[in-house]
């Protein structure tokens, strides 16, 4: 069973920083982080290839940093120079290489209180 095994979520101060972390349980080819606040539709944060080309939300662009660690099956997300509107339920989510499967993570609140 394939799992995504999220941590680092938790409540910080504008402007400032936090690392979330995306542990799979088997090898992924993308991996990436989406966020969602009530009442709205779930957004793509930032994603990732396994070769390591990402793509990122113009809102987060210069701020959050997404990398990875295949041998570690491990995505992270660095999330800088945090606003309040970010406070959101982040989600990992990956698809293994050639497949048109997703696979979802628990989520992970984080909370920017201005």
């Known amino acids: 069973q394939v799992q995504l095994v999220e941590s680092g979520g938790g409540l910080v101060q504008a402007g400032g920083s936090r690392r979330l972390s995306c542990a799979a349980s088997?090898?992924?080819?993308?991996m990436g982080w989406y966020r969602q606040v009530p009442g709205k539709q779930r957004e793509l944060v930032a994603r990732?290839?396994?070769?390591?080309?990402?793509n990122y939300a113009d809102s987060v662009k210069g701020r959050f940093t997404i990398s990875r660690d295949n041998a570690k099956n491990t995505v992270y997300l660095q999330m800088n120079s945090l606003k309040p509107e970010d406070t959101a339920v982040y989600t990992c989510?990956?698809?293994?290489?050639?497949?048109?499967?997703?696979?979802w993570g628990q989520g992970t609140q984080v909370t920017v209180s201005s």
């Open positions: 989510n990956a698809s293994p290489y050639g497949s048109s499967r997703d696979y």
């Open positions: 088997v090898s992924m080819y993308f």
């Open positions: 990732i290839s396994r070769n390591g080309g990402t």
